[in-house]
């Protein structure tokens, strides 16, 4: 049987995993904090929309690979 203490812990894992992937991802776009997101719609583009030349303007995203 799955104790308290246990899932406990396992939900604390997985939210310290994902603030370091977090943490990565920001320090890969130059950024400190999730606040910093705010307004940043030129992080959002959906690339599926555009030709090639107009895909050419957007750097490329990180390559670093995350484990999840």
């Known amino acids: 049987m799955i104790t308290e203490e246990y899932t406990e812990q396992r939900i ?6 994902w603030r370091k992937q977090w943490c990565e ?3 890969q776009y130059g950024l400190k904090s999730m606040k910093e997101l705010v307004g940043r719609s030129d992080l959002l583009v959906n690339m599926d929309y555009l030709d090639e030349a107009e895909r050419a303007k957007y750097p490329a995203a990180p390559q670093n690979r995350l484990v999840i």
């Open 12 to 17: 604390v894992n997985m939210y310290l995993a």
């Open 25 to 27: 991802l920001l320090r």
